[in-house]
Each structure stands twice: as structure tokens, then as C-alpha cells.
């Protein structure tokens, strides 16, 4: 089994709010079994995140995949931790991000830890997802043992999700934590800046985002469980409008899929080019969703409503960042060219996905596509020779007809792998 969707869903065992999962799913956790609070009341300030200022855990129960061991914090360098799992599609930008700021901090003392967690069932190693990974080659990348540190963190700051990050100071305490994709680079500039200030003032900036969102996100995942594609597409603007950056992916998508499910293929069409080149343009992981949302061949959208250009567009890219060594996106690249006709591509990039998939049960998956690849294309019934009326001479062959496909889903629908 390998994931295309950017939840944890099917590894981890939590269940999707939406087709395209909301950011910072939460990783299960000891902590979450505890007894909840009260809702807060609207006008409530929103409550500080849990674990600031405490000692952070020690790296002691992991497995050191690449770097020297980090057991104990040391006085003086500061220390970002982040949570990434490699059934997830969302790490590979994670890990390019850790290492640009790896890069840009070489100076401040700053040591960048990549925490593989909930390693467990038919996913790839993490040792084997680094070396396909040559942008993550500075990093310090350690595996979780049982899931002990998974367990520390949660204990100590609550939900911890897929890219949680946390910043430990110079004094081993904990003075941040959030997702990669939301505030990281300017809490990391803060805490390197020693400003106190700047830093308060974005977490409590972070926490009335997050309280605004919560409601959108309700609105989202009820249009969409309802088929209400109208409301979902103004519930995925006000959130890209409260934070374009953290939900770009998530809001953006399931935009996408609501305009294409409720008829609107122009307007489709021009979103997801703009969802291509700008927001989703350095993220394979969301790359590939949206790619592999339009040409699945167990999906339930119709021929006519499928953008195969876009979907190529979107996976060629994804593909690119990847350096080609992802099998999950040269499937789906594959798939988009068959959709298309072109048959020789298909093969080549199919073949070499296969290749590539680790653990049986994929390789068993992306075999049948190639298999189907390789049955010679039918001739068309009663086609008109090279010469006759109505016969275009060199023409290439059609793509495969597709079988008969139930209505189009919508964003509330559970996401497949």
C-alpha cells in the first residue's frame, strides 16, 4: 500500500474530515485519551499551546538513520524537531524545507532533527526514503523506537501531527511548536533573534488564525459531505484568505474538486492552472493529489469532466521535484499520459514505477496498470482506412475508453491510496 493522499489517514489510523486531509491531522497520542475542556467561548481569548517553557524529552529512544547521535540538547544551540512519517505525502517538502533553514542557519547553532514516527506496516523505510532524497542529505534524521518519543512529545504539547515542528532553545526548554507549513521560518528567525517579543506575538497571532479557521473548516467538510459545492468553494476562499500558506493544499484542492464535481469546468480548469504554477507549485505531495484526483481510474469522475493536460501538468512537475524516484508519482504521470494516448510514455514511466515501489503489495498494485499498458490497443470498430472519406492519415490513436463510472464525488468523501 503507498498513500496519495496528504492525511495519515490509512496509515495512522485516523479518519479523513475531508478528500484532501486538513493540516496537522493529529498522530495518536497518550495525551488524547485525557479528559477534553470545556469549549471556549467565542470571545475568549485563545489559550496558549500547551508545553511552552518546559524541558523538552530527550532524543533517547530513537534509532540514528543519518547524523550523530543527539541524546541530550546542548547549552547554547537551539534545536528544531520535526515530525515526518514516509507514507506521508507531504515530507518530501517538509525535509527540503528543514534543509534550506539548515543551510540558511549554518551559523547560529542551529541543529535540525527529522523524526520518522509511526513507522509501522507495509510503508518504506526510512533509511531507503532518505537516500532518494539527496536535498535532506544534511540533516540530522533519526526513527522513532515504538513510537516512545511520538509519545513523550505528545504527553508534554498535545496533538502532535504529520509535520508538527517544535523549537527548544538554547536552554533545552520548549519555546515553540506548529506546523512546518504555517509559522515555522519566522518563529525559528525569532527564537535565533532572541526576541521574546516577536515570537509572543506570533503564537498568539497563530492562535486567533486558528480559532477563526475552525469554523470554515466545519463549513467545508459539511458542504462537501452534503454536496453543497458552492458553499465548500466559499469556505475554502475564507480559509486561503485567513492563511493562504498553511492551507494552500488543503483549501486549494478541495476548491478544485468542488468546482470540478458541481459542473464548473471552465472555471475548474483555470483554478487548478493557477493552483499548478503558484500555491502547489514546490509541494509533490499535493502535486500528485490533485493529478491523481483527476485521472484515478477507480474515481468516479466522468471522461468529460477529467483535465488530462492539467493532471500531466500537475504530475510532470511533482515528478520533477522528486528527481523521479517516486513511485506513487510516476504512476500517476503514467496514468495521465495513457488518458491522453500516449502509450509509449505510459509504459516507460510505468516500468520504471514499478521498479522503484518498495514492499510487495505496491509493486503488485502498479503492475496490473502496467499490464493494462501493455494489451495491444484495440482497433477502432468499422474505422475508415488511411485514404478513405473521414480518415485523418498518421493520426495517433485515441486513448483507451474508460468503463462506465458512477456521479463524481465530492471533498467530504474518504480519500483512497
Same mark, same amino acid.
Given at each position: 500500500?503507498?498513500?496519495?493522499?496528504?492525511?495519515?489517514?490509512?496509515?495512522?489510523?485516523?479518519?479523513?474530515?475531508?478528500?484532501?486531509?486538513?493540516?496537522?491531522?493529529?498522530?495518536?497520542?497518550?495525551?488524547?485519551?485525557?479528559?477534553?475542556?470545556?469549549?471556549?467561548?467565542?470571545?475568549?481569548?485563545?489559550?496558549?499551546?500547551?508545553?511552552?517553557?518546559?524541558?523538552?524529552?530527550?532524543?533517547?529512544?530513537?534509532?540514528?538513520?543519518?547524523?550523530?547521535?543527539?541524546?541530550?540538547?546542548?547549552?547554547?544551540?537551539?534545536?528544531?524537531?520535526?515530525?515526518?512519517?514516509?507514507?506521508?505525502?507531504?515530507?518530501?517538502?517538509?525535509?527540503?524545507?528543514?534543509?534550506?533553514?539548515?543551510?540558511?542557519?549554518?551559523?547560529?547553532? !542551529?541543529?535540525?532533527?527529522?523524526?520518522?514516527?509511526?513507522?509501522?506496516?507495509?510503508?518504506?523505510?526510512?533509511?531507503?526514503?532518505?537516500?532518494?532524497?539527496?536535498?535532506?542529505?544534511?540533516?540530522?534524521?533519526?526513527?522513532?523506537?515504538?513510537?516512545?518519543?511520538?509519545?513523550?512529545?505528545?504527553?508534554?504539547?498535545?496533538?502532535?501531527?504529520?509535520?508538527?515542528?517544535?523549537?527548544?532553545?538554547?536552554?533545552?526548554?520548549?519555546?515553540?511548536?506548529?506546523?512546518?507549513?504555517?509559522?515555522?521560518?519566522?518563529?525559528?528567525?525569532?527564537?535565533?533573534?532572541?526576541?521574546?517579543?516577536?515570537?509572543?506575538?506570533?503564537?498568539?497571532?497563530?492562535?486567533?488564525?486558528?480559532?477563526?479557521?475552525?469554523?470554515?473548516?466545519?463549513?467545508?467538510?459539511?458542504?462537501?459531505?452534503?454536496?453543497?459545492?458552492?458553499?465548500?468553494?466559499?469556505?475554502?476562499?475564507?480559509?486561503?484568505? !485567513?492563511?493562504?500558506?498553511?492551507?494552500?493544499?488543503?483549501?486549494?484542492?478541495?476548491?478544485?474538486?468542488?468546482?470540478?464535481?458541481?459542473?464548473?469546468?471552465?472555471?475548474?480548469?483555470?483554478?487548478?492552472?493557477?493552483?499548478?504554477?503558484?500555491?502547489?507549485?514546490?509541494?509533490?505531495?499535493?502535486?500528485?493529489?490533485?493529478?491523481?484526483?483527476?485521472?484515478?481510474?477507480?474515481?468516479?469522475?466522468?471522461?468529460?469532466?477529467?483535465?488530462?493536460?492539467?493532471?500531466?501538468?500537475?504530475?510532470?512537475?511533482?515528478?520533477?521535484?522528486?528527481?523521479?524516484?517516486?513511485?506513487?508519482?510516476?504512476?500517476?504521470?503514467?496514468?495521465?499520459?495513457?488518458?491522453?494516448?500516449?502509450?509509449?510514455?505510459?509504459?516507460?514511466?510505468?516500468?520504471?514505477?514499478?521498479?522503484?515501489?518498495?514492499?510487495?503489495?505496491?509493486?503488485?498494485?502498479?503492475?496490473?496498470?502496467?499490464?493494462?499498458?501493455?494489451?495491444?490497443?484495440?482497433?477502432?470498430?468499422?474505422?475508415?482506412?488511411?485514404?478513405?472519406?473521414?480518415?485523418?492519415?498518421?493520426?495517433?490513436?485515441?486513448?483507451?475508453?474508460?468503463?462506465?463510472?458512477?456521479?463524481?464525488?465530492?471533498?467530504?468523501?474518504?480519500?483512497?491510496?
Amino acid at each position: 500500500m503507498f498513500a496519495r493522499s496528504l492525511s495519515l489517514s490509512l496509515l495512522l489510523g485516523l479518519s479523513a474530515l475531508v478528500l484532501v486531509a486538513a493540516p496537522a491531522a493529529a498522530l495518536p497520542t497518550p495525551a488524547q485519551d485525557a479528559a477534553k475542556p470545556d469549549a471556549a467561548k467565542p470571545d475568549a481569548p485563545p489559550a496558549k499551546p500547551k508545553g511552552l517553557g518546559e524541558v523538552a524529552p530527550a532524543l533517547a529512544d530513537v534509532e540514528w538513520v543519518q547524523g550523530k547521535a543527539l541524546s541530550q540538547y546542548k547549552r547554547g544551540e537551539i534545536y528544531l524537531l520535526t515530525f515526518v512519517n514516509t507514507g506521508t505525502s507531504s515530507t518530501p517538502r517538509v525535509l527540503r524545507q528543514l534543509s534550506a533553514l539548515q543551510e540558511a542557519h549554518a551559523k547560529d547553532r !542551529l541543529q535540525v532533527v527529522a523524526l520518522f514516527v509511526s513507522q509501522s506496516g507495509p510503508i518504506e523505510p526510512p533509511d531507503v526514503f532518505i537516500k532518494r532524497r539527496p536535498e535532506a542529505a544534511k540533516l540530522f534524521v533519526a526513527r522513532d523506537k515504538n513510537d516512545a518519543t511520538l509519545k513523550a512529545w505528545g504527553t508534554l504539547i498535545g496533538r502532535v501531527g504529520p509535520e508538527t515542528a517544535v523549537l527548544v532553545d538554547r536552554k533545552g526548554k520548549v519555546v515553540w511548536h506548529g506546523t512546518a507549513s504555517g509559522d515555522l521560518d519566522a518563529a525559528l528567525a525569532a527564537v535565533i533573534g532572541d526576541d521574546a517579543a516577536a515570537l509572543g506575538k506570533l503564537i498568539d497571532a497563530r492562535g486567533t488564525t486558528d480559532a477563526s479557521a475552525k469554523p470554515q473548516l466545519e463549513a467545508l467538510n459539511k458542504a462537501g459531505r452534503a454536496r453543497q459545492w458552492d458553499k465548500l468553494v466559499t469556505a475554502a476562499d475564507a480559509l486561503l484568505a !485567513l492563511d493562504a500558506r498553511s492551507y494552500a493544499a488543503y483549501a486549494g484542492i478541495n476548491k478544485y474538486m468542488a468546482l470540478v464535481s458541481g459542473g464548473k469546468k471552465a472555471e475548474a480548469a483555470a483554478y487548478g492552472k493557477e493552483l499548478v504554477a503558484g500555491p502547489l507549485h514546490d509541494d509533490e505531495g499535493a502535486l500528485n493529489e490533485l493529478a491523481w484526483f483527476i485521472v484515478d481510474p477507480a474515481g468516479k469522475l466522468s471522461d468529460a469532466a477529467r483535465d488530462n493536460e492539467l493532471a500531466l501538468s500537475a504530475a510532470e512537475r511533482g515528478c520533477e521535484l522528486g528527481n523521479n524516484q517516486d513511485a506513487a508519482i510516476l504512476d500517476t504521470l503514467a496514468r495521465a499520459h495513457w488518458r491522453l494516448g500516449h502509450r509509449d510514455q505510459a509504459l516507460e514511466l510505468q516500468k520504471k514505477a514499478v521498479a522503484l515501489a518498495f514492499g510487495a503489495d505496491t509493486k503488485s498494485q502498479l503492475q496490473k496498470s502496467l499490464d493494462e499498458y501493455l494489451k495491444p490497443p484495440a482497433p477502432k470498430p468499422d474505422a475508415p482506412a488511411d485514404g478513405e472519406p473521414g480518415a485523418a492519415p498518421g493520426a495517433p490513436p485515441a486513448a483507451p475508453p474508460s468503463a462506465p463510472t458512477p456521479p463524481p464525488p465530492g471533498p467530504g468523501d474518504e480519500p483512497k491510496s
